[in-house]
């Protein structure tokens, strides 16, 4: 494997991964299929804990909403000319996004617990690529993250979501996309810290104030100007952009107060793609660091 | 030819060199005992025979492939038991051991004919759709070994393998493997802190600091130490030791048990001893070294010292 330690003697070339040539791919897929099914497995067996982390989102979408939607005169942000979006409906994508956030990064974390489970070690020493391990184990936790927040999607339609079979597969796509990049993130640092309590901590220190800049409770607009560098560069501010744009078809939702760059609004499809993109160079860094580390 | 084969080997880590030149050969079939205090390099060489670490310098082959340029065909023919449990808790056993077929590439055709098989072999069948998490330690660690022979393969690295089990699971795991080897042609590393269960390797080498310090079969190892033990119970185990280092010049301690006195020759030691104390001596015992002699001899150590310290 392309672990790269230190080789000052000639006596050991440096050779990339001697996988036999051929069908050595279709492993490399084999073996992340494998991983993803782990994790689905896993997902499957661990309904209470799904349960507890779908709580505090719908807790927000039950409580929170209807309790702050009687404090409004006006129907909140309702800058999508027609005055018609309810407050509930303005909070739901940024409740799905919480609730595919805080799995996501977890799942992307569990490889800082399976490093001192010895789980990875035991995988370590499998005849496929290191980054292949990562691939298959966060796309696992991506697609597990997806689904729980599907759970609270099928609440869609209640709070004024067109019942599209199209649309909500179209949501749970961009979602898919937005656990797959936060779950990278989760996963680079993981690999970067080692440590569980202080991923723990960092990860209970970031995820709060991630959701609040992120225009999930309140468009971001309404916040003072010397944060916008901060809204801009938040990732989430642009998952909850996207995913809003998505479901506010046919009038229900505000559409506009999303982010700007200088005036101009990045499109959906844009948004998405930076989040693609994100994952992807997180991705890349991680599997650097991974193949370097024992 | 050698299942295993290290030369020179060599991996420093901050400029401390964890393994300083080591050389190895483990014949096929051979079940082969890696002993030495902790901090001594068993880890890291395992590491490194295992193509998880890469050497410094010098060269190691595993079932006749190098450890660096060929790591693939090496990973494919071992097996590697941690100290620390390795299965999924979440998962049954029958799924443990399919995510293993997996990333090892096995035929899936044969795959539950193979895994029923071996976890027949390791008296699991019956728990077969059970979460492994609902496992005894012993026998997690079955599974464990179970799971590392799906691919069949050359060499069984056992990194203290029965490190944290009871003494009845312990003896349970060495069944199963002992059984195992009677089958087959299977070459086997070991690593461990008990010392009864290296009695029973074929060669052994002992390493410290990143060396090799001694190297034979347990007999040969025994026999370099040539300090029998004799123990005496005596009226007055204090004032008999005393008597005994003044007039046979050997080393005599008094502990719970009574006298201890470390000499060439037990055996010709006692009539001596029964015809100068004037003590009455209540009982005599004699007793050859142990590994646990050789070992203290060559490392200044026990085996036990710092353990748990990894």
Request: glycine share 20%; no cysteine.
């Given at each position: 494997m392309r672990q790269h330690t230190v080789t000052r003697s000639s006596t050991v070339p440096s050779t990339d991964?001697?996988?036999?040539?051929?069908?050595s791919l279709m492993r490399e897929l084999r073996a992340v299929w494998a991983l993803w099914q782990r994790e689905m497995l896993r997902l499957m067996r661990s309904r209470a804990q799904v349960a507890m982390t779908l709580l505090s989102p719908l807790l927000f979408l039950l409580l929170l909403g209807p309790g702050l939607e009687t404090m409004l005169?006006?129907?909140?942000?309702?800058?999508?000319?027609?005055?018609?979006?309810s407050y509930v409906a303005f909070l739901f994508p940024g409740i799905l996004i919480m609730a595919v956030q805080m799995p996501a990064l977890r799942a992307g974390g569990a490889i800082v617990r399976d490093r001192e489970a010895g789980l990875l070690r035991a995988t370590l020493v499998?005849?496929?690529r290191r980054d292949t391990l990562l691939v298959g184990r966060c796309l696992g936790g991506a697609s597990a993250a997806a689904v729980q927040a599907a759970l609270l999607l099928i609440l869609g339609p209640l709070v004024g979501?067109?019942?599209?079979p199209g649309l909500l597969l179209l949501l749970f796509g961009a979602l898919w996309l937005v656990a797959f990049s936060l779950t990278m993130l989760g996963a680079l640092a993981a690999v970067l810290i080692r440590r569980v309590e202080t991923f723990q901590a960092l990860l209970g220190m970031v995820t709060l104030p991630l959701v609040m800049l992120?225009?999930?409770?309140?468009?971001?607009?309404?916040?003072?100007?010397?944060l916008t560098p901060v809204i801009l560069a938040n990732p989430l501010t642009y998952a909850v952009d996207a995913i809003r744009r998505l479901a506010s078809?046919?009038?229900?939702?505000?559409?506009?107060?999303g982010p700007t760059w200088g005036g101009w609004q990045p499109p959906v499809a844009l948004e998405l793609a930076a989040m693609l993109l994100l994952g992807l160079f997180a991705l890349a860094v991680a599997a650097r660091r991974f193949n370097r580390t024992g | 030819m050698n299942a295993v084969v290290a030369e020179s080997l060599r991996k420093s880590y901050g400029g401390v060199a964890?393994?300083?030149g080591l050389d190895l050969k483990v014949a096929t079939g051979e079940m082969f005992g890696f002993l030495g205090p902790n901090g001594a390099g068993k880890s890291t060489t395992i590491a490194m025979l295992c193509t998880l670490t890469r050497p410094d310098s010098g060269h190691a082959s595993v079932a006749g492939f190098d450890?660096?340029?060929?790591s693939t065909d090496v990973r494919r023919h071992i097996g590697l038991i941690l100290q620390e449990s390795t299965t999924?808790?979440?998962?049954t056993l029958m799924e443990n051991l399919r995510l293993h077929a997996h990333l090892y590439g096995?035929?899936?055709?044969t795959f539950p004919a193979r895994a029923g098989h071996l976890l027949d072999l390791f008296g699991l069948a019956e728990r077969?759709?059970?979460?492994?998490?609902?496992?005894s330690g012993g026998m997690r660690r079955r599974l464990e070994i179970a799971r590392s022979l799906l691919h069949e393969p050359a060499v069984l690295f056992l990194d203290?393998?029965?490190?944290?089990?009871d003494p009845h699971s312990r003896a349970g795991v060495w069944d199963h493997i002992h059984a195992l080897r009677r089958d087959r042609p299977l070459t086997v590393f070991l690593t461990t802190h008990h010392l009864e269960e290296a009695e029973r390797c074929d060669r052994i080498l002992v390493l410290d600091r990143g060396r090799a310090v001694v190297r034979g079969t347990p007999a040969e190892l025994k026999a370099t130490v040539r300090a029998d033990v004799v123990r005496l119970n005596t009226a007055d185990d204090a004032r008999a030791a005393m008597r005994i280092r003044r007039d046979f010049a050997c080393d005599a301690t008094v502990d719970a048990q009574g006298v201890r006195v470390v000499t060439e020759n037990g055996a010709a030691l006692v009539p001596r001893l029964c015809a100068v104390l004037d003590t009455p001596i209540n009982a005599v015992h004699v007793s050859p070294p142990t590994l646990d002699d050789v070992f203290l001899h060559h490392t200044g150590r026990a085996v036990r010292d710092g353990d748990h310290a990894r």
């Open positions: 991964d001697a996988v036999p040539t051929g069908g005169d006006t129907p909140a942000a309702g800058a999508g000319g027609e005055g018609r979006g499998a005849p496929v979501l067109p019942a599209d992120s225009g999930a409770m309140f468009p971001v607009g309404a916040l003072p100007g010397w078809v046919e009038g229900v939702g505000p559409a506009a107060g | 964890a393994v300083d450890v660096v340029r060929s999924d808790g979440d998962l096995l035929p899936r055709r077969r759709d059970q979460l492994a998490r609902t496992l203290e393998p029965t490190a944290g089990l």
